[in-house]
């Protein structure tokens, strides 16, 4: 099966390594829009033009599934994008939403980007959630900034206390899971995970190939970290 996979650059790396995991043999096309990056604080009218140009181009490469491996995306045009193409396309969140839901947590925390809470998607479907957004992490997180980025994350959690779980709503938190679980201590709900072990693929041959929009050392590097051997 062709999958089609978009983000703002390498965070979505996540979701295809989660998708390689249980689905191996398929044919992956992922777009990074890392010119573009981060998508976290743009407008409605911004994703939405920069996501039409992404699905032109995952059209162009014939693809049966388009997977939007990005929370921002998902949270703010997912419904905007479905009317633009045939394909069926995938949000990162729906399924994050109903394994939160099944698993009656007391008090959840979300993290995400600025766009992701202020859409209120999460909160909208699960009542007792705590939104936070971080819009210091995914510049750190590119840019790999370890001891800046802990001395962030301590801050962002300072009140917090008492949680059952924290979704990671933006693709790029899954590469400092080990900093946050460091910090919180508590379950960490990846998203890219969730959709993988739900998502039911046609298996054939294992392709990945890889756009990025703009390439430099520092996305080369951020590509071997997050995949390692896979590519
Ligand atoms: N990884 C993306 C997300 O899930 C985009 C983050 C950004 O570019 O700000 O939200």
């Keep these: 099966m062709r999958i089609g996979m ?16 249980y689905h191996p043999n398929n044919e992956y096309f992922y777009y990074g829009d890392t010119l573009n990056v981060p ?4 407008t409605k009218e911004e994703l939405l033009e920069l996501s039409k140009k992404i ?19 998902s949270s703010n045009v997912y419904d905007d994008l479905t009317k633009i193409t045939n394909i069926p396309i995938y949000s990162i ?13 007391n008090k959840i925390l979300l993290i995400a980007t600025s766009a992701t809470v202020n859409s209120h998607i999460f ?8 939104e936070m957004s971080c819009p ?48 919180l201590n508590t379950s960490i709900i990846d998203m890219g995970e969730i959709l993988a072990q739900k ?8 392709s990945i190939d890889l756009y990025f929009s703009k390439t430099d050392e520092k996305v080369k590097e951020n590509i071997k970290m997050i995949l390692g051997d896979i590519c």
């Design 199 to 206: 998502i039911k693929t046609k298996d054939t041959l294992q």
């Design 93 to 105: 969140i729906k399924e994050t939403i109903n394994y939160a839901l099944d698993r009656k947590y």
């Design 123 to 130: 909160k909208k479907n699960i009542p007792n959630l705590i």
């Design 136 to 183: 210091k992490l995914v510049p750190l997180i590119e840019s790999r900034k370890k001891e800046e980025l802990n001395l962030v994350l301590k801050e962002y959690f300072k009140d917090i206390k008492e949680i059952d779980a924290i979704i990671l709503g933006c693709t790029h938190y899954p590469i400092i899971k080990e900093e946050i679980k460091n910090i």
């Design 6 to 21: 978009f983000d703002s650059g390498v965070g979505g790396l996540t979701v295809l390594k989660s998708f390689i995991k």
């Design 39 to 42: 998508y976290g604080d743009k």
């Design 55 to 73: 699905i032109k181009y995952l059209e162009n490469k014939k693809v049966d599934i388009i997977i939007i491996a990005c929370g921002t995306i």
